[in-house]
């Protein structure tokens, strides 16, 4: 691994960074390729990296239709946990959380995981019990969670709005330790120049207009940089899943809706864990910079927009200042908005679609980042054995025909 000095990283910086080799390299298409993976974000590199690393298929090409981590990788607050309340939910989350623990070692590339721990709040006594329930729940699925009261809740986050008459009392958390944040870019970044590294083709700019499908099954990518043949063909593009499953001649249990988020100016470190607050519908963490981080729920109408709209930033703006006082004096530097795919359980699909040869990655509503490890992982395995890992075993489309849904909204209220 090349090292630099402190005063040649400075003078790489004022140049523009022409001396540093390209993280990885810029491929122009092959006519075929044993696996094709579209979408460049975070779950589509974690697949291509996968298959290349774990099962040797590494005649492998990502296609993104404009640059890496644009899409939602890149729009997103880079909160992990994995403190969910049902066990197929709790399986692939936390298997997610433990590849993000090694995951700068693995690929010699600091993602900058920060596992700082994260609470919810409740605000209520029903919330307090609904929470007791939940952290039982997520211990007899052997994820690390605690409930805590208000005083040691106190102690941890003190800048909280505990007066007497705050509009939303503070009664308590529960806590998942294990729980924070990570780069968001690093983590493309370095899923990128691992795959690469092992032989994986990166195609940035190459939009897919139809799949040529024969005899039932997939055989070729139709795109603006020519047409490409697949041996197989994983789709991991979030908010646009429903789009491609059209393109394939295939619905989708999909709506897509954006989902904001906000930073403000920086400050000195004052919040040094993740706080949520399912009553207020806002979370926040700060970043490396000072900056705070912050969103809420979804958008109340579907939309393909990276935008996002005014009311909603005034909920999320709202809920932050009453759960924070002392932050209603910062300024806000910009939004965005990332595009989710929201099933109608809230859990992700994973494996074959009805299209032979063409398999999903999606659903994952605003989940996605911090199933990102998990998600490549098993989309790689399902892709390479042509069955499913016992972990995404659950989460196959054929469950809306079965009836056996995993409705991760209705047992721990989350908002997607």
């Known amino acids: 691994m090349t090292r630099y000095s402190a005063l040649s990283l400075i003078r790489q910086g004022l140049a523009g960074h022409r001396g540093w080799a390209p993280a990885w390299r810029s491929a122009s ?23 290349a690393k774990n099962h040797g298929i590494r005649n492998v090409a990502v296609l993104e239709k404009g640059w890496l981590g644009g899409g939602n990788t890149g729009r997103n607050t880079t909160v992990i ?19 993000y623990e090694k995951l700068s ?27 007791a329930r939940s952290v039982n729940a997520m211990q007899l699925n052997g994820i690390d969670a605690e409930l805590l009261d208000a005083d040691y809740v106190r102690k941890i986050v003190p800048i909280l709005n505990f007066s007497d008459s705050a509009r939303f009392p503070v009664w308590g958390a529960f806590y998942q330790g294990r729980g924070g944040i990570a780069r968001h870019d690093a983590v493309a970044w370095g899923y990128a120049r691992g795959a690469s590294a092992l032989g994986v083709d990166i195609i940035q700019n190459c939009e897919v207009a139809a799949f040529r499908i024969v005899g039932g099954r997939i055989a070729a990518i139709e795109t603006n940089q020519g047409v490409i043949e697949a041996g197989a063909v994983g789709l991991a593009v979030s908010g646009h899943s429903g789009v491609m499953a059209a393109k394939a001649g295939f619905r989708l249990p999909i709506t897509s809706y954006a989902l904001q988020a906000m930073v403000s100016e920086p400050v000195k470190p004052i919040l040094h864990t993740v706080a949520i607050s399912p009553a207020t519908g806002t979370y926040v963490s700060q970043s490396d910079k000072g900056e705070l981080v912050f969103g809420g729920g979804l958008d109340l109408y579907p939309s393909y927009a990276q935008r996002g709209n005014l009311p909603v930033i005034e909920t999320v703006v709202a809920g932050l200042t009453e759960m924070f006082p002392i932050f209603r004096e910062l300024k806000m530097l910009r939004k965005w908005a990332g595009l989710v795919d929201v099933v109608h359980d809230s859990s992700p699909i994973l494996g074959p679609s009805p299209v032979e040869g063409l398999y999903l990655n999606c659903g994952w509503g605003t989940g996605g980042f911090k199933a990102i490890p998990a998600g490549g992982y098993l989309l790689a395995h399902i892709i390479a054995t042509g069955s499913h ?15 056996a849904l995993v409705d991760e909204a209705a047992a721990a209220g989350i908002p997607h």
């Not at 298409?29 to 298959?51: K, Q, S």
């Not at 016992?390 to 009836?403: M, W």
């Open 389 to 403: 890992h016992i972990y995404s075993e659950p989460f196959d489309l054929a469950r809306f025909s079965s009836g």
């Open 29 to 51: 298409p092959r006519p075929r390729y044993d696996v094709v993976i579209i979408g460049g974000g975070g779950h589509g590199l974690a697949t291509a990296y996968y298959l």
């Open 81 to 99: 946990r994995s403190n969910y309340f049902f066990p197929e939910s709790a399986a692939v989350y936390d298997l997610a959380l433990r590849l």
């Open 105 to 131: 070692d693995d690929l010699n590339f600091n993602i900058m995981l920060s596992q700082r721990g994260l609470l919810f709040f409740a605000h209520s006594r029903h919330e307090m019990e609904l929470f």
